[in-house]
């Protein structure tokens, strides 16, 4: 079974601020998956990455995928209170059932 | 707007009682999940039905038995719980990915109930 390693665990920013998580693995991933979870809510997808070097954008956030697809950050540009969060990371290998990290929990503060 | 909607939202329940949790989607998909999100853990998968056939059991305990009588709806009957099994218990579904692969194409959540067994 894959592991999904996500840093940090914990985040606690002000508004403007600009941020980094990490989602990392020994395994190699076909695809990997970025979701945030709200209080009360069920997680909901952000964005599929599928090519090694991978670079997408959505907004304020971009995401990559490493080059050996073994690892992906999630940037996060002028944080808002809206950002706030839990951020998982899901990898799919090969048609596999997907695996997630453990997450890392973003409060943005005004 | 999710697609996917769970029932009870709440449940509290004493270790003897049998209970049972509720998935429905409308999102015309042919795959659906049980995940338990506990507090120190990652999301673990339960159980994944495929056109209304159960294809993946993660070794859960017995305890917990799922039900898929339609691509629309997913049970999860609960019985003689323990304490540790408290969690989020979300459902998902997705359409099968183009070779029959469940983790391609996008998951959809529902937004869990909250279980605690006293």
């Known amino acids: 079974t894959q592991l999904l390693e996500q840093s940090p665990q914990f985040l606690s920013i002000q508004e403007g601020e600009n941020l980094t998580v990490y989602c990392n693995s020994s395994?190699?991933?076909?695809?990997l998956q970025w979701y945030r979870q709200e209080p009360g809510e069920g997680p909901v997808l952000l964005v599929t990455?599928?090519?090694?070097?991978e670079v997408k954008k959505l907004k304020r956030l971009t995401f990559q995928f490493g080059d050996a697809r073994k690892d992906s950050s999630l940037h996060i540009t002028a944080a808002q209170p809206g950002d706030t969060g839990l951020y998982l990371c899901a990898a799919n290998n090969a048609g596999n059932m997907l695996t997630f990290g453990g997450g890392t929990r973003l409060m943005v503060k005004p | 707007e999710t697609g996917v909607t769970q029932t009870p939202r709440h449940l509290v329940m004493g270790m003897t009682n049998k209970k049972s949790l509720k998935c429905e989607q409308h999102?015309?998909?042919?795959?659906m999940y049980w995940y338990k999100q506990s507090a120190k853990k990652p999301l673990e998968l339960m159980f994944v039905?495929?056109?209304?056939?159960?294809?993946e059991n993660n070794s859960v305990p017995s305890r917990f038995s799922p039900e898929c009588p339609n691509s629309s709806h997913l049970f999860l009957h609960l019985h003689t719980l323990q304490p540790e099994d408290s969690a989020l218990y979300l459902c998902?579904?997705?359409?099968?990915?183009?070779?029959?692969?469940?983790?391609?194409?996008?998951?959809?959540f529902g937004p869990g109930t909250r279980l605690t067994v006293l």
């Open positions: 999102l015309g998909h042919n795959a």
């Open positions: 998902a579904s997705s359409r099968l990915g183009t070779s029959g692969g469940f983790g391609a194409d996008t998951q959809y």
């Open positions: 395994s190699v991933f076909s695809s």
């Open positions: 990455v599928v090519t090694g070097g």
């Open positions: 039905y495929s056109l209304e056939e159960r294809v």
